[in-house]
């Protein structure tokens, strides 16, 4: 229930505060005094879309704040275009608030008369009242649906490929087949660009072994002579001092490592020999492994998982036909269980239409029309996030004629009419404490505006009935009425809203009779309206 509405600074509204109570409350006014501005305010609190151009000439922002029964909720819309949401002094994103109102305020407004003319917006008026159990099958048919579009999506996909997996096929065979050719070793590109730099070189290695082999053994003058000599004379000078023995027996290691090195280099200078035949091999493997590692890998390693991703790739495409059976016959699964589940939603809507239709019948009958009748149609559709029904309400006002659709042949007093009996028959369902209407008398006769305002009056013994309305029949039946009237200050226009009691009511009831010479006929009916 909603208790306070504070608006600021939004339209010709400079600041105003209503306070409101239970039961069914009227609103009424002279035309442009701003009771629209109210509905705006409401709509805005609760996540409406937020125009800079509702801010009051002058004014850097506009703010509503409404007390609701489950909270407080702010929003204000700055003059930059910003906007700012708080739910009891929160900061919140809008959609919260737009939550917020779904379970605090049914609000139905004169475009929601015109959404009655649209077929497509008639399944959410049935699924509202199918309520909970309605809501799970709808969940549960959704879920098989996406079930039912990803198995198509993945069928659809395998066949449109056919042409791009052959060409895959053919590129993965070059593929593999040049890497399998090549018979990689790890390690093996290093080493063949070791041995081919040796046998390159293989003239100065030899010059350059051959004659360290000369320096240390073969020159008149080379170094394992010198070496053997100066370990001589250490050795002979160690008997006179023997700190100089550790010299001497460096000496003696040197001497031994120098003839282990003498070995090594006669072994290697042998072994040096020129050949262009095996250069040439070891050239051409490099050129092969060179282009291998450019095209699939910086190394041997990366060739040889490259190899083995394309061949895991190919063993998969073998498999396409037997994965196309599977994906045929996962498709058809999934549409058995998409039908199914949408089966079990249209005889959950089945069940709520016959229901629902009766009662919205009923209450068209209490709002003065005894010989309507009202049908939910409900036929076969092709499947989509709703399900596989589609929803038309059907209409029949007089004895005698045959129910067409609703928005073929209703006039704007019954449309009126038919879409308080369908809010009445849906009240309650979400839970939801709070109805406003907004000129929901529109069209309508003294007659049917008496039997809208006794509907209302019915509504407020269970909800908070908001209405805003120019009848007096309505205004007269409420148990609180507030005038919105439009006043000059200091130059300029403001709106505000004032509660009526005692006369006051009494006059603003005949002007709605008289228009604004109130005469005493006009009182006197006023009083009437309202049981004096």
Same mark, same amino acid.
């Given at each position: ?365 209490? !709002? ?160 009437? !309206?309202?049981?004096?």
């Amino acid at each position: 229930m909603i208790t306070e509405l504070t608006v600021e600074n939004l339209a010709i509204i400079e600041r105003t505060q209503v306070r409101f109570d239970a039961g069914f409350t009227v609103l009424s006014g002279e035309t442009g005094a701003g009771k629209s501005l109210l509905i705006d305010a409401i709509q805005l609190v609760l996540g409406g879309r937020a125009d800079t151009d509702l801010i009051r000439t002058g004014a850097q922002r506009l703010s509503v704040t409404g007390i609701f029964s489950a909270g407080e909720v702010t929003r204000e819309v700055l003059a930059t275009g910003r906007s700012q949401a708080r739910i009891d002094g929160k900061p919140v994103a809008v959609g919260a608030l737009r939550e917020f109102g779904r379970m605090a305020v049914d609000l139905c407004g004169q475009h929601d008369h015109q959404s009655l003319l649209n077929p497509e917006l008639h399944l959410g008026y049935l699924d509202s009242y199918a309520g909970a159990p309605g809501l799970a099958a709808l969940s549960d048919y959704q879920a098989a649906l996406a079930h039912f579009r990803e198995a198509e999506r993945r069928l659809n996909e395998l066949r449109k490929g056919v042409r791009d997996r052959e060409q895959r096929i053919d590129l993965l065979d070059y593929q593999i087949l040049e890497i399998e050719s090549a018979a990689i070793v790890p390690g093996e590109f290093d080493e063949h660009e070791q041995r081919l730099t040796r046998l390159k070189h293989a003239e100065r290695l030899a010059e350059a072994a051959f004659g360290a082999l000369e320096a240390l053994t073969e020159a008149e003058v080379n170094a394992i002579e010198l070496v053997g000599q100066a370990q001589k004379l250490t050795d002979s000078a160690v008997r006179f001092d023997d700190s100089i023995e550790p010299i001497a027996t460096a000496l003696a290691s040197a001497q031994s490592a120098l003839s282990d090195v003498t070995y090594q280099l006669r072994d290697y200078a042998e072994s040096l020999e020129a050949d262009p035949k095996e250069a040439d091999e070891r050239q051409a493997r490099l050129d092969v492994l060179k282009r291998l590692r450019r095209k699939y890998g910086a190394d041997e390693n990366e060739v040889l998982a490259f190899l083995a991703t394309a061949q895991r790739d190919r063993a998969l495409i073998d498999d396409a036909d037997a994965t196309e059976d599977q994906l045929v016959a996962l498709l058809e699964t999934a549409r058995q269980s998409m039908q199914k589940a949408g089966s079990v939603l249209t005889a959950i809507r089945r069940e709520a239409g016959t229901a629902f239709a009766e009662e919205t019948a009923r209450h068209l009958r209490d !709002l003065a029309m005894d010989r309507a009748r009202f049908s939910v149609a409900i036929r076969s559709a092709e499947p989509t996030d709703t399900g596989l029904d589609q929803i038309e309400f059907f209409f029949s006002a007089n004895l005698g004629e045959d129910e067409r659709p609703l928005a073929k042949i209703a006039s704007g007093g019954e449309i009126s009419r038919v879409m308080l009996a369908i809010k009445t028959a849906l009240a309650g369902r979400g839970g939801v404490p709070t109805l406003i209407f907004d000129e929901v008398d529109a069209g309508l006769s003294g007659r049917a505006s008496m039997a809208v305002a006794r509907k209302l009056v019915e509504l407020g013994q269970s909800y908070q009935v908001l209405v805003i309305s120019h009848s007096p029949q309505i205004a007269g039946m409420a148990d609180h009425h507030f005038r919105i009237e439009k006043t000059e200050q200091l130059g300029r226009v403001t709106t505000q809203v004032r509660r009526l009691e005692g006369t006051e009511r009494e006059h603003e009831i005949a002007r709605l009779i008289s228009g604004d010479r109130v005469t005493e006929v006009a009182l006197a009916s006023a009083r009437e !309206l309202l049981g004096l």
